[in-house]
């Protein structure tokens, strides 16, 4: 993907897309038994958007277009278009509900947002102090949101932690967690229980007196 700036563009994904056709027409052009195409598809094609579903979100409408190349391959046949007798969400429900355990675009951008926030939470790297330093990072940073100015990436992570901040437990370990808003007692945060806190960025250890 080139280098951009501003709003993302849906034709910056235009080489991906065309990558995902060329290895389709290869493949088009032999005789492939249903199960050869759910292989090729679950193993080769529905990775190949992968690392760049790591570092950005794509439009909804490339999502769109690299699915349907992914439906027309599953049904085509000697390169001859055919019926497709199912729509690729139908098809992206587990075995046992009747699909065929295909994944989603959206739901892998969801499990990569959740891994880079999990990452971002608790790996200490250049990345994570980065943006701890630039955007004032504690457990309440999420809960109002990224702003209209804020970079894609922080935008992203917000979203995601907003998301997943009420279902995550603590343990204490050396205190380096937020006094106030981390869930580390109970069920709640304790931020829930007080009136509006002026130092709500103070961890458990900030507390500790003679390091208990």
């Not at 080489?15 to 249903?34: F, H, N, Q, T, Y």
């Not at 994570?128 to 922080?154: E, P, Q, R, T």
């Amino acid at each position: 993907m080139p280098l951009y700036e501003g709003a993302k563009k849906s034709f910056l994904w235009d080489d991906l897309i065309s990558k995902i056709a060329a290895r389709m027409e290869g493949w088009e052009a032999k005789v492939l038994s249903p199960g050869g195409r759910i292989t090729i598809l679950k193993s080769i094609l529905t990775s190949m958007p992968l690392y760049l579903l790591h570092v950005i979100v794509p439009p909804k409408s490339v999502m769109y277009r690299i699915e349907r190349l992914f439906n027309k391959f599953l049904w085509s046949s000697n390169g001859q278009k055919r019926i497709h007798w199912e729509c690729w969400e139908d098809l992206c429900y587990p075995v046992e509900e009747g699909g065929l355990g295909m994944r989603r675009l959206k739901d892998l951008v969801k499990a990569m947002s959740l891994k880079l926030w999990w990452r971002f939470c608790t790996v200490n790297n250049l990345l994570s102090n980065f943006m701890k330093s630039k955007y004032g990072y504690n457990s309440a940073s999420f809960s109002g949101g990224a702003s209209v100015h804020d970079s894609l990436i922080w935008k992203r992570l917000s979203k995601v932690g907003r998301a997943c901040k009420d279902l995550i437990r603590w343990k204490v370990g050396c205190g380096k967690i937020n006094f106030w808003h981390d869930i580390w007692v109970d069920d709640s945060a304790l931020s829930r229980y007080s009136p509006p806190i002026e130092e709500s960025h103070l961890l458990v250890s900030s507390y500790w007196r003679d390091n208990t």
